[in-house]
């Protein structure tokens, strides 16, 4: 009870500081190797000379030799390496620092390799439903098979299931899956183009592009999102957008790679 009345209403106003986060997770181009093979068995074969090898043929550079890079370029031009960038955080929610938005670099020829690109129609052929939270609502949600996401959405969704009723409020009606889009703000592809991601209610979920900056041009972190529900999420291998700096709470999506330790 303690840990849902700490996690119902957390707002805290980000420091003065210029200090942006630490863009270095000590993560060397081999580890990140490491990390996305041991999180995508089923796509890569191995690790050599530096690139993954994917199942089927074809390789991947991991590091693109150019150096450490700003948060923007983190954002729309990272390598498989930055995806490590910036350290996902354990534990209960807290406010994170400046512009400390983990699992946002995402290298698009990645994900379009892994999943498919939906503007022509690649990720659609995969898609499944998956009944959520089935005693409690009538919602059909499409998301992936590849890597195994719908299986372990409708275990996530077994768990919910099993949370006292107070928490519905927080998980239905879902606020969507599948969508062929860029970010908002962005021409970079949302994560709901690869069928990977999900918005929970809108209602009681808080995102930064709805607040107002301070003077400093800073925004103030704001959740509502008990955290048993982020810890359900999370042991599934979904990251939680209340764990960045551009807070989106209601946004979980798979990247396992970010739960590797």
């Not at 990140?32 to 530096?50: F, K, N």
């Not at 209602?203 to 359900?232: C, L, T």
């Amino acid at each position: 009870m303690h840990s849902v009345i700490r996690s119902i209403v957390l707002t805290w106003q980000l420091g003065m500081g210029c200090a942006v986060a630490a863009l270095a997770d000590g993560v060397t181009p081999d580890d990140a190797g490491r990390r996305l093979l041991e999180a995508y068995p089923e796509m890569i074969a191995g690790v050599e000379d530096g690139q993954i090898v994917w199942r089927g043929g074809g390789r991947m550079t991991i590091d693109d030799g150019r150096g450490t890079k700003s948060f923007e370029d983190l954002i729309e031009k990272p390598d498989l390496q930055d995806i490590f960038a910036i350290t996902y955080p354990d534990g209960d929610p807290s406010p994170p620092g400046f512009n400390a938005d983990p699992g946002r670099a995402r290298p698009e020829s990645f994900f379009e390799r892994m999943y498919g690109d939906c503007r022509t129609g690649g990720v659609e052929k995969n898609l499944v439903e998956v009944p959520w939270m089935p005693s409690r609502t009538r919602q059909t949600l499409k998301v992936t098979r590849v890597n195994g996401v719908a299986e372990r959405l409708a275990a996530i969704s077994t768990e919910l299931e099993r949370l006292p009723k107070f928490y519905d409020v927080f998980l239905h009606p879902v606020g969507g899956t599948f969508a062929c889009r860029a970010i908002a703000g962005s021409q970079q592809r949302s994560t709901h183009g690869y069928g990977i991601a999900i918005d929970l209610a809108v209602k009681p979920s808080h995102y930064w592009r709805w607040s107002k900056p301070d003077a400093q041009g800073r925004y103030a972190w704001r959740n509502s999102i008990p955290f048993e529900i982020v810890r359900i999420f999370e042991k599934h291998g979904f990251i939680w957008g209340g764990r960045w700096y551009h807070f989106d709470t209601m946004h979980f999506e798979y990247r396992p790679e970010l739960l590797i330790k």
